[in-house]
Nanobody, 125 residues
Framework: QARLEESGGRLVQAGASLRLACAASGPTFRSYAMGWFRQASGREREFVAVINWSGTSTYYSDSAKGRFTISRDNAKNVLYLQMNSLKPEDTAVYYC??????????????????WGQGTQVTVSS
């Protein structure tokens, strides 16, 4: 059964760094584009970053650009999100997702194929 499981979320202070991981099992996720979304309390889910199937192309939201880095290890079927210089406004549940093979497929799709359950990141001021 296809499954994405996020980990690494926790309470940190502003300015800290945190690395999230998303372990994939089931289908051949190494052939999928994978990405991160987040949802703050009372707000809609928003796109954070995406990486294509081979790891050669990435795309970030304006809020993530320059502070967050998405990467993947296809040998281990793990997706990462390195988050630096965290701000209180980064507080949210972070979800990983998989869809298509390219960043364009992922960003332009109205419905993604696979979602994880999320991991809570809380940044205190």
């Amino acid at each position: 059964q296809a499954r994405l499981e996020e980990s690494g979320g926790r309470l940190v202070q502003a300015g800290a760094s945190l690395r999230l991981a998303c372990a994939a099992s089931g289908p051949t996720f190494r052939s999928y584009a994978m990405g991160w979304f987040r949802q703050a309390s009372g707000r809609e889910r928003e796109f954070v970053a995406v990486i294509n199937w081979s790891g050669t192309s990435t795309y970030y939201s304006d809020s993530a650009k320059g502070r967050f880095t998405i990467s993947r290890d296809n040998a281990k079927n793990v997706l990462y999100l390195q988050m630096n210089s965290l701000k209180p406004e980064d507080t949210a549940v972070y979800y990983c997702a998989a869809h298509g093979s390219s960043t364009t497929d992922f960003v332009q799709s109205a419905r993604l194929d696979y979602w994880g359950q999320g991991t809570q990141v809380t940044v205190s001021s």
